[in-house]
Structure formats: C-alpha cells, structure tokens
C-alpha cells in the first residue's frame, strides 16, 4: 500500500561478530541498503541508516571457549574489524554500535520487562539437553551428533551444515556436548514464551492482505509460516552470555539473541539520538511516528524473524510503528560453492580492501550488477574481472574518459557553448532522461540491480553518441558542432557523476570533482521543469510518455565552467591477480578437505603369522626413469643387499623428475611373485601411503640404513 511518509528508518540485518564481514553479507544487505539511503539523501529526504554488531548468541561463546579467551574479546575484535571495514568500504551509516553496550542492555530488558508486566507472554517448563560433567544446559550448537537425514557425524543440534537440513537437538542420533564431549542428558527447565499463534490473525491480515507488495520470496515465505500455523517461540536461554532475564528467579537466564538483536536497531537509534540530538531528534520519532517508514533489509535467512517475529513484538508493545517493507535478497555462493565461515569459504570484506585497495567501487559493482535479487546467483573471480575490464573500463570510464581529454584538447578545459541543439541532440538526451526516471522507478522498487543497468545505459548513450559524431574528424572544418557534441557529452558526465553515486560513492566523488559539481541534493536539478514530481511519469523502457516535463535547457554544467585534469576512474585488472585470488580459495579448498579427512576404516584382523610372512626390506635406488609410452609407470633399479632388482611402481604422476629419487632409500618388499608390466620383469613392490588428496607419497626411512634390512 502506497503512503506519502515524512522520513525514512533504513535498519540493516546485525552481523554476527564472531568472524568478519564476506561478500555474501554485503550482497545481501549492506550494499543494497546502502544505495536505498545514498538515493534517498540525494532526493533531500529525511534518512537514517542503522547498523551494529550482533554480539551475544551460542557462536561466540563457542568461538570464545575454542581460543580460550572471553566472549567479549572476541566480539571486541571482531566489531572493530567489521565497522571499519564497513566505514573503508563506504557503508554510511549514522550510526553502528553493538549489542553488548550498556544502553542496549538497558533498552532489551526494559522491553522485555514491558511485554512481562503486560502478560504478553507464557512460562513453559520443558526438557533440554544438559552436561553433567560441565554443570550447564547446552544450547543446540552446543550438541553435536549424526544427522538422521544425511548420516554426516558432525551435525548440529540445529542444522546439518552437510546436508542443510534444520534439526533440533533430540533429532540427532547419539549425541554429544561440545563441551565435554560427554552424553547428556534431559533435564527440566524454565523459560518464557512469545505466542506467536495469539498473533497470528492479524499477521495474516497485515502481511498477506496489506503487503502484497512484498518481495515474492518474502511474502511466500511468511504466507508459507502462516499456513503451517505459528507456534509460540522460547525468548530466554540458559546461558551466561548475553542479557539476563530481569525477572526474579531467572539466574542463569538471558534474552535468546533472536528476541535481543533486532532491538538492538531500537538501542542503537537512542544511542544515535543522545549523542547528536539537534541533527537527529528524539529517538521516538523514529520509531513510533506513523509518519516515519521502516525499512528491513536482510538475508532470506532472517525473513521470519524481521516479518513475523519482530513485528509481533513491537505489536505486543503497542506503541511501535511496523515495518513498511523488507526488501531481502537470496543468496550469494562463491565460485560454485556456498559460502561458509566455518570453513572458510569466503571473500572477506576486510582482506579484499587490503588486495585491492583503492576498488571498493568495483567489488560494489559487481555485487549489485550480479545481485542475488530473485534466486540464488554465483560470484566469480573471471566474472569480477571481466565485469571491471569489460564494463566499469570499457563502457563508463571510457566515456567519461575520451570527454573529457576532448575537452581539453579542443576548449582548454572549458565547457564549451551549446550553438547547434538539433532534434538528435535532443534525442540524446531525451534517452538519457528516460533511463534516469526508469532507475528512480527500480530504486523505488528495490530493484537494483535493474536500476545499475539503467545507470549503464546513461554511459552506453554517451559512449554510442560521441562514437557517432567523431568529433575529432569534424572539429577542422566546423568547431561550433564539435562545442555543442562536448556540450552535451560533458551533460551527460555530470548526470553520470549523480545518478551513480548511490551505486559507486568512490568513484562518483572523483568524476564531480574532475567537474566541479557537488552531487547531495542535485537528484531533480536537471532536465525538468520546475513543478515537476516524479509521480507524474509513466514509465517504460526509455519512454517517458509525459515528454512536456522535459526542460532540455536545465543542465548542471554551464557554458564557461572549468573542467579539472583527466584521470581514469578504472583501471584494468590483470589474469595475475585474478589467479592469485583463485589460487588462495584452492588452497582454503584444499586445506578444508585436510582437516575433514577421515581415515578409512580398519581392516579385518589378520593374523601374525601372516604379517610375518610378508619380507619388507629398505633398498637405494640406483637409478629410476619413466616407462616408455606407460603415463603411470616408473622403474626402479634398486640395491637391496645382496644384488639389484628392478620394481615398477605407479606413482610417476606424483614424482615428475624421477631422476632426484637416485641416491634415496625406499621401502618394498621383496617376495610378491615377480610379475611382467609393460614387458618388463617387476621384482617386488616399492610401499606408498596414500594422502587424503589421494597423492601417493613413497614410505623412507628417516635415516640412512644398510642395504636390504628388514622392516619389522
């Protein structure tokens, strides 16, 4: 449902801050987020944006106990990694905090305690998981056991990370404390209840009847909530990390983070509002004015909780406005896998600023033009580069770039006047305005990845335009037509420099200050008339159906301004970098299948008699070399102690330069039957371990030994 609001409330989804922020998080929230607020600043709008760390939860007291620290030195290090990452990466926030501050600790318990005192909810005693030998409850990532689904023995006592599947604790199949490694056992505990089936009428009505609008993941996923019918969901936890339940006889107990975090987007507009009251006004304008719009942006995993949970704790209150809409993206995977923290599998925000410093905009670009909008979608290093080399350099910066090197050669770095303005000049132009309010309508929408096209549309104009005219064939024979193609081009830059910023803030701050403009509140300072509303528009594909609207005499530069030196906006990025990023995922591959390896299981007993029939001996190789026309064979000559032999082994994939084994000492034993390969007489068999990869490693002995002693 449309509504004219008098500002906006931009939350984004509270990072967890046990690990730092990957390119998975910023596809889904911050960046697309972070357009929505640059937009809505540059339309003058009342906007705020508010971001924080997540800071309690069972993840961090895990990673707490695993490196033998405390959780707040853990959540200590990672915030201050995730907000300046955020801040070097161009995330404008107006303000980031985190949920282990004292001001949020104060506003989620007096929240609670509110929804307490008004019987909002229901005190349920039920069995959980307990570890005798830890004395504590276990939360369900502290319950390991195999997963009854997939049989993977590692699952959690929330979700199978092999198979994906959602578990509870009592699924697994023999499980086990995290803690001591011990069986635990089921014991009664006290816990309070949000029931979310009282809600549900009216969660139908507010959701399914009223915001139809909605992102068809969004709506079908709370449509699909509703038909299961809601259940009531546990807001307290046996845990000594987070916010203690203020209610007497709760020791032990805090906020289940579900219940803590999003309000952490309430504690931290306070906290904003305190610290600088005249920009910002009371904190309850923001949060319980009608007039105010609140806007989620969140991963598809946090739907329920942003859509139906969150929503029903603000109604419990009575006093909250509800979200107007939660834009939330599916997933980014990377290079064909899903992205993973636990193993690693990621492009880290804060390592990609320190490998490509300087290229916050491409990696911005990349993520917003492959965006995970409507399914799924997959980040490749070839596609990132391709992306900057082929578009960002090609197609904007070229533009951008031959204009402005034009305008210096032919104008001395002048705008030059606009004498000739033809009907192609103004249909140039009138593409030009068309894409511009076609990418107002996506951003409106949140469809941006369709609205970055529209913005490469504005330069693919310019570039096709400037092409077409050649001034630098004309300008010998008729310089006023070779002012008025400048003209129009340098227009063009500077509607550039402002419809871009949103998308690419690095790169649209150095191209206004090549132009001399300043771009915060220029959205509606060109090509309109003055009474002009966007509403007034029809859109199509660049059609703007009410041309009257269209004032071709209003521009941003002016005839006279001075244009500052050329420098290129992007640069290419070289097959040597791209591989270097490859290689360093290869080896995170690699290393993750080293610490999942799993020793095949033992053998059937034999006995010793039979072991002791087997002769192992240790033999100098005197000379090793490939097998003609055989890829796998290699054919030893070996010393063993009383004569030579000649082995053939299978491991010349593994030793390439056969010649470096003479001189060494191998193992083998010395009556297997001969047998003929490739017609050569094998004597015995050379003794390999094979690695988890699968590479075959020979077995030697550490020191030297004589000739032919026995392996016992």
């Known amino acids: 449902m449309s509504k004219n609001f008098k500002r906006t409330l931009i939350t984004t989804a509270l990072p967890y801050a046990n690990g730092p922020v990957h390119i998975g998080h910023l596809a889904g929230v911050y960046v697309p987020a972070d357009i929505y607020a640059r937009y809505m600043r540059l339309k003058g709008e009342e906007v705020v944006m508010i971001g924080g760390s997540d800071e309690h939860g069972v993840p961090i007291t895990i990673?707490?106990?695993?490196?033998?620290?405390?959780?707040?030195?853990?959540?200590?290090?990672?915030?201050?990694?995730?907000?300046?990452?955020?801040?070097?990466?161009?995330i404008t926030f107006d303000v980031y905090s985190r949920t282990s501050s004292k001001i949020h600790h104060k506003t989620a318990s007096d929240f609670f305690r509110i929804l307490y005192d008004k019987g909002e909810f229901i005190e349920k005693t039920s069995e959980q998981y307990y570890d005798e030998e830890a004395k504590q409850f276990l939360a369900d990532r502290y319950i390991t056991g195999k997963c009854p689904h997939c049989g993977n023995e590692r699952a959690y006592g929330d979700q199978c990370e092999a198979c994906g599947t959602s578990l509870s604790?009592?699924?697994l199949i023999e499980p086990k404390s995290a803690i001591s490694g011990s069986a635990p056992v089921l014991k009664e505990t006290r816990h309070w209840y949000l029931p979310?089936?009282?809600?549900?009428?009216w969660l139908r009505e507010w959701i399914l009847e009223n915001h139809k609008e909605w992102k068809t993941n969004v709506y079908g996923q709370c449509k699909s909530w509703l038909d299961m019918g809601l259940q009531p969901r546990a807001v307290s936890r046996d845990l000594d990390w987070g916010v203690p339940v203020p209610v007497e006889g709760a020791e032990g107990k805090v906020l289940y983070v579900w219940f803590d975090a999003p309000i952490g987007y309430i504690s931290n507009t306070i906290e904003m509002c305190e610290k600088e009251p005249k920009k910002y006004g009371n904190w309850e304008k923001w949060w319980k004015d009608p007039e105010t719009k609140l806007v989620h942006f969140i991963g598809k995993d946090n739907i329920v909780f942003h859509c139906i949970v969150f929503p029903s704790m603000l109604k419990a209150d009575g006093s909250y406005i509800l979200p107007e809409n939660v834009p939330s993206n599916e997933f980014l995977n990377l290079e064909g896998d899903k992205i993973s923290t636990s193993r690693n599998w990621a492009v880290w925000l804060h390592e990609y600023l320190q490998d490509f410093s300087g290229k916050q905009d491409v990696l911005r670009y990349v993520l917003t033009a492959n965006a995970p909008e409507t399914k799924d979608n997959d980040f490749t290093w070839k596609d990132f580069q391709a992306r900057n080399n082929n578009e960002l350099v090609a197609i904007f910066g070229n533009f951008v770039n031959r204009a402005l090197v034009l305008t210096h050669k032919y104008f001395d770095g002048k705008v030059p006047d606009r004498n000739r303005f033809s009907?192609?000049?103004?249909?140039t132009m009138y593409e030009v305005y068309a894409s511009k309010y076609e990418l107002e309508k996506f951003l409106s929408e949140y469809r941006f990845r369709d609205a970055l096209r529209c913005v490469m549309d504005?330069?693919?104009?310019g570039n096709k335009y400037l092409q077409n005219q050649a001034p630098w064939k004309i300008y010998p024979h008729d310089p006023e037509q070779v002012a008025t193609d400048i003209n129009i081009c340098l227009e063009i830059c500077a509607i550039l420099a402002i419809v871009v910023e949103p998308f690419l803030p690095f790169t649209a701050k150095k191209l206004s200050n090549i132009l001399n403009i300043e771009t915060k509140g220029k959205w509606y300072t060109f090509g309109i008339n003055k009474d002009f509303e966007s509403s007034n528009i029809t859109w199509s594909r660049n059609i703007v159906e009410d041309e009257k609207q269209l004032d071709y005499n209003k521009t941003i530069l002016h005839v006279g301004d001075s244009i500052g030196i050329p420098e290129l906006l992007f640069e290419k990025i070289e097959d040597s970098v791209i591989e270097a990023q490859v290689q360093k995922l290869l080896d995170t591959k690699k290393a993750n299948e080293a610490a999942a390896y799993k020793a095949n299981?033992?053998?059937?007993?034999?006995?010793?008699?039979d072991f002791m029939k087997m002769d192992i001996r240790v033999g100098t190789v005197l000379d090793c070399q490939k097998v003609p026309k055989a890829d796998k064979l290699l054919q030893f000559r070996i010393a063993d102690g009383l004569e030579e032999r000649t082995i053939l082994s299978g491991i010349a994939k593994y030793y390439p330069n056969p010649e470096e084994l003479i001189g060494t000492q191998v193992c083998f034993i010395a009556n297997f039957e001969p047998r003929k390969l490739r017609g050569i007489m094998s004597e015995g068999m050379i003794l390999s371990a094979e690695d988890a990869d699968g590479k075959l490693v020979l077995i030697q002995p550490r020191m030297t030994v004589t000739n032919g002693v026995e392996v016992k």
């Open 63 to 90: 990673k707490a106990r695993n490196e033998g620290i405390t959780p707040q030195q853990v959540v200590d290090r990672y915030h201050t990694i995730i907000k300046d990452s955020f801040k070097e990466f161009g």
């Open 169 to 171: 604790p009592l699924d």
């Open 196 to 201: 979310l089936d009282k809600h549900e009428p």
């Open 423 to 427: 009907s192609y000049h103004k249909d």
């Open 458 to 461: 504005i330069a693919r104009v």
């Open 601 to 609: 299981p033992v053998k059937e007993n034999v006995a010793f008699e």
